[in-house]
């Protein structure tokens, strides 16, 4: 079984920076898409970032030049670099990688179980 945990996840003044980690375990043949999700109190999941594995990287409007993603594809770890943070980005913020456990096996998607991020004015 594959599980995701996240962390970097707190409390910040408005215009801070947090980073925030994933790291995977279990058996994994192949890491695609990487991606940060978040889900603010009442409201839908949203995508923040993605990056694929070639590299190509993929933002939600309201955190273009603020938020950066990348990838270590040897420890299968997904990060996220926020900057100029405010409030309306505090949500719990979910890793989501789609992977195939073996040659053989189909793609499937796993989620983190999320990180808090606080963002105070």
């Known amino acids: 079984q594959v599980q995701l945990v996240e962390s970097g996840g707190g409390l910040v003044q408005s215009g801070g920076s947090l980073r925030l980690s994933c790291a995977a375990s279990?058996?994994?043949?192949?890491?695609?898409?990487m991606g940060w999700y978040r889900q603010a109190p009442g409201k839908e999941r949203e995508l923040v970032a993605t990056?694929?594995?070639?590299?190509?990287?993929n933002y939600a409007e309201s955190v273009k030049g603020r938020f950066t993603i990348s990838r270590d594809n040897a420890k299968n770890m997904v990060s996220l670099e926020m900057n100029s943070l405010i409030p309306e980005d505090t949500a719990v913020y979910l890793c989501?990688?789609?992977?195939?456990?073996?040659?053989?096996?189909?793609?499937?998607?796993?989620w983190g179980q999320g990180t808090l991020v606080t963002v105070s004015s």
């Open positions: 990056i694929t594995d070639g590299g190509t990287t």
């Open positions: 279990g058996s994994i043949f192949s890491v695609y898409v």
């Open positions: 989501n990688y789609n992977i195939r456990r073996s040659l053989w096996s189909p793609r499937l998607e796993v």
